[in-house]
């Protein structure tokens, strides 16, 4: 039983992530306490001072020995608290209690020596605060060790601030240092923060003016000048030092190549003929990888690249294409494409639809760079060969169970097919994992395991695996526990390979305990490529806490493989092993509640990324079940990424199972995500899923909807006139079912789209359309949203007056209900309308820090390209070269190639 104790927020004490009862006021302030030094002997007097404070009861040390007897049996075998001479002392792994482990991260973290490694470690200590220490506890002792506790979280946020101010992140950070200044005005390391990333947004003045703030309240409240760091600070502002300029967010170099293999074992005239790609010249390199399921491709190909690292000095790209996946879902070139552009740090924004044009893009950005491009598990060269590069300074090796004659004979591919192991290597494979002496001892066994597993890699990991769990066990036990399943290992003499493994995969599944065994044949119908312990807990229909110990199980059996913390995965022939294991009935009803996990997920995630829009609420799970909790924007935003691909795959089973309601459900609630990513390409293939969807299920009210999505997703993706056509269609469905949410929201999208198309009075009449309907409805929210699609539309007519009336009149609207998507359009408009320069200047700079602080980073250039052309309106033309400079840097990382030529032709021609 795993314990966990928590002192950053409420006290609390979790066994498997279960909360246990730590008892009153009196007795969480004994626990916490003895948690504050933990493993160190706290004397008696010093526990009733700290419970009590300066009064403690008559019999204070009995009424504390009655609270550590409690303690005690409320605490797992593994926790105790001891009687020693004089104190007491609780015995615990610091790791498991979250004051020590934070400690421990940010002590790493500020050892780390550089900013990739440092802010990790930061974020996960930030990440163990759950509110005020100690919280609901009230002595001296405890209010002093929270103020000591509240600076060193405080001393962290500052650290990480440091690390993202290096990144180039001022714009996001402004309204969060902005915040904290407010709230310690004479913290002069905060104010340092936030005036530097003022001056790095280009308001010199307004930082200027900060210092001198803080210079005269210091002198007045402290009477005292401001450190020398800041008065350092100020002199570079003042003559406009260069090294202050805003950094530019660095990329982090990808590097994603899965951990190199542990047992490597031969393969010496493979890994030489992969050796020779290097010394290629004047054309693409390309190995062609192929064999057998589980012969080792993977291994031989990680293992490969990291013994030469060095010759890719720009990094290493993986993708698992997953070409036999058991679903028989592989990865589309469209998919894999977007996941190679995600890892060179391609803004999402700056991504175009259809795959010819992605790739062309990838193609550029890998242009220049020497890379190593590893394309995983092939089904066939059509899937490889849109992933090549352009150039020839990269090194491209491929992996299939197929022979790649499509790579060999149009690219000059490396054709290289892996065999078995020979008894040699197969035999010191084994000796590897389980040890000389334990191999030794026992000769037959170790031939019996050699020749049950046919030289194949993975078959002698599983096999190695089995008799490393059990140490004690002699191998003749185990080998004779083979031989025992003779009825299905008679296949491993027949040559086929994949019968071979089935075999020993029996013989390792009937090893694991009953849940285990339940468990592993459902991990293989699950139809993406990773999972999360959330989603088998729904899967398996089984709580949390105990998936959690059979996935160590099935980990340990070397059944699935934790890739990277909380996810895990299987080998492709695991899984189709495992999903031959299921029977339909079982495997329908966890597919069914995995992919209800994955919706409600979603649901509670969108609600957070966009709470303003029209939710379409879903009935409650079966009592025990229940979506991933997600606290925040940050952790919904964290959470679709992660999962994104696996949302992709429940989409798509839900479509293919003819699960209307899900599939239309699934897309609504994926849309914000989709909008703020620029996953326009998904977006309209599950919008016109959608939208057959709700046809088939005769819901008409649910069909406009899906039609207003699919109309705004054809508009991203410039198919304007299908658009009009398609919102059109909406409003007349919409209209029969007497739906006026729907309506507004089909008006302000028809709206949207015509003004794209420079059609701006009748979008004009629509917005109008929509603005009533919102009101009628009493939704001021997207009332003033409309209202400034409306304003927008007049400032495009001319109508500057109309424009200015309507903007103002949302703007404190939206700001009151916090849409500051809708704000930040109130913004540009009151800037494009605006009757001085200076006015114009400050609304463009607030829209700035307000799409900054939401991640939309599409609209930035053109804001800034605004700015420009308003400062040199005003005869500020250093100041409009700075704004051009910033916009041109933007449109060059989202390879906006026209937006860019018009910038430099604007800073040639200034």
Same mark, same amino acid.
């Given at each position: 039983m795993t314990a966990r104790f928590g002192v950053l927020g409420e006290i609390e004490i979790r066994f498997d992530g279960v909360p246990v009862d730590a008892g009153h006021a009196r007795q969480r302030s004994v626990l916490a306490a003895l948690l504050f030094d933990a493993n160190r002997v706290v004397s008696a007097?010093?526990?009733?001072?700290?419970?009590?404070g300066e009064q403690p009861p008559h019999r204070a040390r009995g009424t504390l020995s009655s609270y550590l007897t409690r303690l005690r049996q409320a605490l797992p075998s593994d926790v105790s608290i001891t009687r020693h001479s004089g104190g007491y002392l609780l015995t615990v792994d610091p790791a498991a209690v979250d004051l020590h482990r934070a400690r421990t991260l940010l002590r790493d973290a500020r050892a780390a020596g550089t900013d990739d490694l440092a802010e990790p470690l930061l974020r996960e200590a930030l990440g163990l605060w759950r509110g005020e220490p100690f919280a609901g506890l009230d002595t001296p002792w405890v209010n002093g060790v929270r103020d000591t506790l509240d600076k060193e979280r405080l001393a962290a946020?500052?650290? #990480?601030?440091?690390?993202?101010?290096?990144?180039?992140?001022?714009?996001? /950070?402004? +309204?969060?240092?902005?915040?904290?200044? &407010?709230?310690? +005005?004479l913290d002069e390391r905060v104010a340092g923060q936030y005036l530097l990333a003022l001056y790095r947004c280009d308001r010199q003045a307004d930082a200027l003016d900060g210092y001198e703030r803080l210079r005269r309240r210091l002198a007045t409240e402290l009477g005292a000048d401001p450190c020398q760091a800041l008065r350092t600070l100020h002199q570079r502002m003042l003559r406009a030092d260069p090294a202050l300029a805003p950094a530019t967010r660095r990329i982090p170099m990808p590097r994603q190549l899965p951990a190199p293999p542990h047992s490597f074992i031969g393969r010496a005239r493979e890994l030489a003929a992969l050796g020779e790609l290097l010394e290629v010249s004047g054309a693409l390199p390309i190995a062609a990888v192929n064999g057998a399921g589980g012969t080792g491709k993977t291994w031989l190909a990680v293992h490969w690249a990291h013994r030469h690292l060095d010759r890719f000095p720009d990094g290493q790209l993986y993708v698992n294409l997953r070409g036999f996946d058991p679903s028989g879902s592989a990865v589309p070139p469209s998919a894999a494409i977007r996941a190679l552009l995600d890892a060179l740090g391609v803004d999402p924004s700056a991504i175009p639809s259809g795959v010819d044009a992605q790739a062309a893009l990838y193609r550029s950005v890998l242009a220049d760079k020497r890379m190593l491009v590893l394309l995983d598990n092939a089904r066939d060269a059509a899937q490889v060969l849109p992933l090549l590069p352009g150039g020839s300074r990269c090194t491209v090796v491929a992996t299939s169970r197929n022979q790649l004659t499509g790579l060999v004979t149009t690219h000059g591919a490396r054709d290289l097919t892996l065999g078995v192991l020979a008894e040699a290597e197969s035999r010191e494979l084994l000796t590897r994992q389980l040890g000389t002496a334990r191999v030794d001892a026992e000769p037959l066994a170790v031939n019996a395991f050699v020749r049950y597993c046919a030289g194949l890699p993975l078959a002698l990991s599983i096999v190695a695996a089995r008799a490393g769990r059990h140490p004690g066990f002699p191998l003749a036990a185990l080998a004779e526990e083979l031989e025992d399943r003779a009825t299905r290992l008679d296949a491993l003499g027949s040559g086929d390979l994949n019968a071979d493994i089935r075999a020993v995969f029996s013989w390792s599944w009937h090893a694991l305990g009953a849940d285990a065994l339940a468990v592993f044949p459902l991990l293989g119908t699950f139809p993406a490529s990773d999972i999360t312990p959330f989603a088998v807990a729904s899967l398996? !229909?089984? +709580?949390?806490?105990?998936?959690? !110990?059979l996935l160590r199980e099935l980990e340990a059996a070397n059944l699935v493989q934790q890739?990277?913390? !909380?996810?895990?995965?299987?080998?492709? #022939? #695991?899984?189709l092993y495992g999903s031959e294991q299921a029977t339909a009935e079982d495997a329908q009803a966890a597919l069914r509640r995995v992919t209800e996990f994955? /919706?409600?997920? &979603?649901? &509670? &995630?969108?609600?957070? /990324?966009?709470?303003?829009? +029209?939710?379409i609420e879903l009935g409650p799970l079966p009592p025990g079940r229940e979506p991933q909790a997600l606290p925040d924007r940050a952790a919904a935003l964290r959470w679709f990424a992660e999962e994104y691909a696996n949302l992709g795959a429940m989409h798509r089973l839900a479509v293919e199972s003819g699960w209307d309601e899900t599939v239309w459900l699934l897309s609504r609630k994926m849309e914000a995500y989709r909008w703020l990513r620029g996953h326009a390409d998904d977006s309209l293939v599950a919008c016109r899923d959608a939208v057959a969807a709700t046809g088939r299920l005769g819901d008409r009210r649910a069909e406009g909807w899906a039609l207003v999505m699919l109309g705004h997703a054809l508009t991203r993706s410039g198919h304007l006139d299908e658009a009009i056509a398609t919102l059109r269609k909406s409003l007349s469905v919409l209209e029969t079912t007497g739906d006026t949410q729907g309506m507004a929201n089909a008006h302000m999208a028809t709206g949207d789209t015509l003004g794209l198309r420079g059609e701006h009075l009748p979008a004009l009449r629509h917005t109008r359309l929509a603005t009533r309907l919102f009101r009628e409805l009493g939704d001021v929210v997207w009332g003033a949203a409309a209202l400034t699609m409306a304003a927008k539309c007049c400032a495009r007519l001319g109508r500057t007056d109309a424009a200015r009336a309507c903007s103002e009149y949302a703007l404190p609207l939206l700001r009151k209900h916090d849409n500051q998507e809708g704000e930040s359009a109130a913004l540009l408009v009151l800037g494009d309308v605006a009757p001085t320069s200076g006015e114009a200047i400050g609304y463009y700079e607030r829209a700035l820090e307000v799409l900054s602080g939401l991640g939309y980073t599409f609209y930035l250039p053109d804001i800034h390209a605004k700015l420009g052309e308003t400062h040199a309106a005003a005869g500020d033309i250093p100041r409009a070269r700075a704004s051009w400079q910033d916009a041109l840097e933007l449109y060059a990382a989202q390879y906006r190639t026209a937006d860019v030529r018009r910038m430099q032709d604007r800073l040639q021609g200034s």
């Open positions: 007097d010093t526990l009733v001072d700290r419970v009590w946020e500052l650290d #990480l601030t440091d690390i993202r101010m290096r990144r180039g992140e001022h714009a996001s /950070l402004l +309204p969060e240092l902005s915040a904290r200044a &407010a709230e310690r +005005p398996a !229909g089984l +709580p949390l806490s105990r998936v959690r !110990g890739h990277s913390p !909380g996810r895990y995965r299987m080998h492709d #022939l #695991l899984r994955y /919706l409600h997920t &979603a649901h &509670a &995630a969108d609600r957070l /990324l966009d709470p303003h829009r +029209p939710s």
